[in-house]
Nanobody
Framework: QLQLVESGGELVQPGGSLRLSCAVS????????IGWFRQAPGKGREGVSC????????????SLGGHYESRFTISRDSAKNTVYLQMNSLKPEDTAVYYC???????????????????WGQGTQVTVSS
């Protein structure tokens, strides 16, 4: 059974950094495309970044027009079956629950759309505040 478990979220001061982890089980990481999403209070879930089964990375734009690639980095460790999201220069508006999700096995390409992902983790809370 496919399962994803996020960790690493916590309270951090503005300008700080965090590394989120998405541990996967029940499947081989390199066979699946994994995305990171976030959902701020009162807002919809939005795509942050994605790493395809072939290792290609994508970054998306936030609701204010900022490109996540300028501050975030997605990576994976196949030996540990874990996908990471390194987040730097954090801002209060980065406060959200962060989720990782997997597309179905035959879907190689990244997508920023929630509906294109079939398996989700429970989320990890990131709070950026002084």
């Amino acid at each position: 059974q496919l399962q994803l478990v996020e960790s690493g979220g916590e309270l951090v001061q503005p300008g700080g950094s965090l590394r989120l982890s998405c541990a996967v089980s029940g499947f081989t990481l390199s066979d699946y495309t994994i995305g990171w999403f976030r959902q701020a209070p009162g807002k919809g879930r939005e795509g942050v970044s994605c790493i395809s089964s072939e290792g290609a990375t994508n970054y998306y734009y936030d609701s204010l027009g900022g490109h996540y690639e300028s501050r975030f980095t997605i990576s994976r460790d196949s030996a540990k079956n874990t996908v990471y999201l390194q987040m730097n220069s954090l801002k209060p508006e980065d406060t959200a629950v962060y989720y990782c999700a997997a597309r179905s096995q035959m879907r190689v390409l990244c997508s920023r759309y929630v509906s294109n992902y079939v398996t989700w983790g429970q989320g990890t809370q990131v709070t950026v505040s002084s």
